[in-house]
């Protein structure tokens, strides 16, 4: 086997990186071997060790840094931390600042000889990780971010350069010792003012700021800080180049213009070109995509050969990529094996050369922390000056200085390349990568403390349908997971009868799960634009969303009496429901309508297509501001059943207020030239003997017959009394209205409730729509079928009505009222004094019942409902 002696093959720089990372003396006797026999091994039987070829230890080495980041990112995620902070994190401690001090780790696993391969591959992973960043930022972001955003950027870069510099020279001969001063305080100048694009997007996506309009400046002006950066980066590295003669640095500048004007004037319009000829609904050929992802490299070695690093090539080159389905298309083939495999490298490569043994001079340390906590001050001053200018809220300027001070790939970047340069020496890299990690960590905790968003105290009353007038405004939430939810939606706000005099308000919300992709913050970055900002480049949407928000746009074109706003919330699905909740209690939402986490498969069965929707479901029917409707479909969305002209509804009603609440619903349906409801209400055997011995409105009365709780609000109204004068009050005000239908059915057990409804399951309805909690607490006509529930978010009827025991072509609306606490769930109905208890029941509905006002109560109401309801059978008009 050959030696060479690294220092003929190798460019002097990278000898004295790999010395320093063993901490062996500068000796010309150091040697790098190469072998082709030596990439891999024949086997452990064969008595060889595979750590001494180099394709398994790589292997073991891509293992082990993966891993490490993975476990540091689950340790860090309670303290809301960014992953790239886990992972230069875990680059150090597997350097030589904590693992490298066991002699075996540093010989074996991380040996000296191997960098070469892993610094390699890395930054093949950092070329693509740019190429991702670069698709990322929207140019047209920066021309529509307005002067508020541009004038944050540029004071929170000058300032912070500018202190930097100058705090660098007054120190620099304690400072920057055997380097190049100019070129120190240039790469000392950028990787202060820099902010972390990438990093920042995740902080903000995380602690739901993305779409606040602190969360829009602070991106728009990132990504102008990216761009300047990227060309003071640019610049330093072409000054930086000592050695040369003293023009090459201008001719590494001008071709460097000359590579970005021949990005932007022929490679971006042939990119355009690209997406136009590519037929809409179709995506980009394996060919073309291919094509693309070499450019990245070209773009590299471009860069790379006129002197700027290759990263550079790769940035502008994913700049100049049109947002939309091309670039959406390009994150998705590459981004999870870039981000979760190539990067991390990167970061165990700068930890493998931070030696916080290197840091021995505490005059050096302090200053340069003195230099850092400088930069960092003035740019949150300069932050904050802008925003007083634009008389923004002093705690929203500081929130926005510190997002500013978000550090990370970019600044890594800049201090490795510094680094290589000779421009800054071991103990000044060290020192500057563990003060950037103690920024970012800080950047989280301060902006949650310090930016309290002015929302106010939303006091809205209608904040369930039994409230609200049935022909009057409905406002809704619509939650859309996939394009698969859409029709089913439009299906039911069909059936909800908008019209002109009754209209329906719309907030159609598309839930996409955070997963930390750029793909992600696309699709928010794009979705929290207003609708008339979109439309200039609506290409900007991540496909589903833009399928979504069509199909909604185009039903609010053709339908009257609907006005439909298209949202996208991206957030964990452990915190959706927050998103959800907040967003509706700002809209004043009466209703929100989520889709079942089972859908309908082939043969009739259902599938669960997403586990975390079902969580997602739980946990907003317990937080909701509002009333909430599980939509289970089963053929609503069919094109047939919305093409129908008849349509048949069918509402079980056991009594309570979630059974109240789909009644008010149904209500709404009624008004639909082609609806034809069914309402089928369950009695138990004792009904007329207990609505007798309740007409007293005793304070508190409990039945010993069956053990079923009579509940007594504020107002001392049982729930079995609110029920009656709520069906009254419907009988009423539709009396002649043929396609209404009633019967009662007699049940004493939940044997024979199943049996009621399974009597009437001939597939003749297309909607059934139930209570979550149909009756009263422990009753016996559902008892036994709360203990075999499958899914207890649909109450034991929903559960029940959507097993594969019963049609499957019914869909069913499962519905839970929002019960105010400390206030009666039921409208006050008419005092005694009033002459026309539905005037008077319908001028309170939107009023919240006054403690006076629940005084005397007409008696004959219950007495007058029992006559109706007493016998099973159909009851006429």
Not at 264 to 284: A, K, Q, S
Not at 797 to 809: A, C, K, P, Q, R
Request: glycine fraction near 6%.
């Amino acid at each position: 086997m050959d030696a060479m002696p690294i220092n003929e093959g190798l460019p002097s720089n990278v000898t004295a990186q790999m010395r320093n990372a063993t901490g062996q003396p500068k000796a010309s006797s150091t040697v790098v071997c190469y072998s082709p026999m030596m990439i891999t091994t024949n086997g452990i039987w064969q008595g060889f060790n595979p750590l001494e070829f180099s394709l398994p230890l790589f292997i073991l080495q891509t293992a082990i840094i993966v891993v490490t980041t993975r476990i540091l990112v689950l340790v860090l995620r309670p303290f809301r931390q960014p992953r790239v902070i886990a992972e230069i994190l875990a680059g150090v401690l597997l350097g030589p600042s904590v693992m490298g001090q066991i002699e075996t780790w540093a010989t074996m696993v991380f040996p000296q000889r191997s960098l070469l391969t892993l610094e390699t591959v890395a930054h093949l992973g950092l070329l693509y990780f740019l190429f991702l960043v670069g698709l990322e930022m929207d140019i047209d972001v920066i021309r529509r971010s307005g002067k508020k955003a541009l004038f944050v950027a540029i004071a929170g870069m000058a300032l912070p350069f500018c202190m930097g510099i100058a705090t660098s020279f007054i120190f620099r001969h304690q400072v920057s010792r055997n380097v190049h001063q100019t070129s120190f305080l240039l790469f000392l100048g950028v990787a202060l003012s820099v902010t972390a694009f990438p990093v920042l997007a995740r902080i903000l996506a995380e602690i739901k700021l993305l779409g606040t309009d602190l969360g829009r400046i602070a991106m728009s002006a990132a990504i102008v800080n990216d761009m300047c950066a990227w060309i003071l980066l640019a610049l330093a590295i072409a000054i930086s180049e000592v050695d040369s003669a003293a023009l090459s640095s201008l001719w590494v500048l001008l071709s460097g213009s000359l590579f970005v004007l021949f990005c932007f004037y022929v490679v971006r319009p042939g990119m355009w070109w690209l997406v136009r000829r590519t037929p809409e609904g179709e995506g980009v050929s394996d060919m073309e995509v291919s094509l693309i992802l070499t450019g990245v490299m070209l773009a590299g070695v471009c860069t790379d050969a006129i002197g700027i690093h290759s990263v550079f090539g790769a940035f502008v080159y994913g700049l100049v990529i049109p947002t939309g389905p091309l670039g959406v298309t390009l994150i998705e083939k590459i981004e999870d094996f870039v981000t979760g495999l190539l990067l991390p490298l990167f970061f165990a490569i700068s930890g493998l050369r931070t030696n916080i043994q290197k840091i021995s001079d505490p005059i050096t340390v302090g200053l340069l922390v003195l230099v850092f906590v400088m930069a960092s001050f003035a740019k949150i001053m300069g932050t904050i000056i802008i925003a007083a200018l634009y008389t923004m809220p002093f705690r929203e300027g500081i929130a926005l200085g510190f997002l500013m001070n978000t550090r990370g790939l970019v600044e890594m970047i800049v201090l490795n390349i510094g680094r290589d340069k000779e421009v800054l020496d071991d103990e000044s890299f060290a020192v500057m990568v563990l003060v950037s990690v103690a920024m970012t960590t800080l950047v989280t905790p301060v902006v949650l403390g310090v930016y309290r968003p002015s929302r106010r105290l939303v006091g809205y009353k209608r904040r369930n349908l039994q409230r609200i007038r049935h022909d009057s405004e409905l406002r809704m939430l619509a939650c859309v997971h996939t394009t698969r939810n859409v029709p089913s939606v439009l299906s039911l706000l069909e059936l909800s009868n908008p019209n002109k005099r009754s209209p329906i308000f719309i907030y159609a919300l598309h839930l996409v799960e955070l997963t930390g992709r750029a793909s992600n913050m696309l699709a928010a970055a794009a979705a929290s634009a207003s609708k008339p900002s979109r439309s200039g480049t609506g290409s900007s949407l991540p496909p589903v969303t833009e399928h979504i928000f069509n199909a909604f746009e185009n039903y609010e074109r053709h339908t009257g009496g609907v006005s439909i706003q298209t949202l996208a919330a991206v957030s964990p699905y452990q915190s959706m429901h927050e998103d959800v909740s907040v967003l509706a209690e700002d809209k004043h939402v009466s209703l929100i309508v989520v889709p079942f986490h089972k859908q309908q498969t082939v043969d009739g069965g259902m599938e669960a297509i997403n586990p975390h929707v079902r969580g997602f479901n739980e946990s907003l029917l317990t937080s909701s501001p509002c009333s909430v409707a599980i939509l289970v479909d089963r053929g609503l969305s069919a094109a047939a059943a919305r093409m129908a002209t008849e349509h048949h509804v069918a509402l079980f009603f056991f009594g309570g207020p979630d059974d109240r609440e789909a009644l008010a619903y149904a209500w709404r349906m009624v008004e639909h030239p082609g609806v034809t409801l069914t309402i089928v209400r369950f009695l138990p055997p004792d009904y007329r003997a207990r609505s007798v011995s309740n007409s007293s409105y005793r304070p508190s009365a409990v039945a010993d017959a069956d053990s079923r709780a009579i509940t007594i609000s504020a107002e001392g109204k049982s729930e079995l009394e609110m029920d009656e004068d709520y069906l009254n009050e419907f009988r009423t005000r539709n009396h002649g209205n043929e396609a209404i239908s009633y019967s009662a059915k007699m049940v004493a057990n939940s044997e024979e409730t199943v049996a009621a409804i399974r009597s009437m399951d001939n597939n003749l309805h297309e909607l059934y729509i139930v209570g979550r909690r149909p009756g009263e607490a422990g009753s016996p006509m559902t008892a036994a079928l709360e203990d075999w529930m499958e899914n207890p978010e649909l109450g034991p009827i929903g559960d029940m009505l959507v097993s594969s025991d019963f049609s499957m072509t019914v869909s069913v609306l499962v519905v839970q009222q929002y019960v105010l606490a400390g206030a009666p769930a039921q409208v006050a109905p008419a005092p005694a004094a009033s002459s026309d208890p539905v005037r008077q029941y319908l001028s309170n509905a939107n009023q919240r019942p006054a403690a006076a006002a629940s005084g005397a109560y007409r008696a004959s109401a219950a007495s007058a409902a029992n006559s109706r309801w007493s016998g099973s059978g159909a009851v006429g008009f």
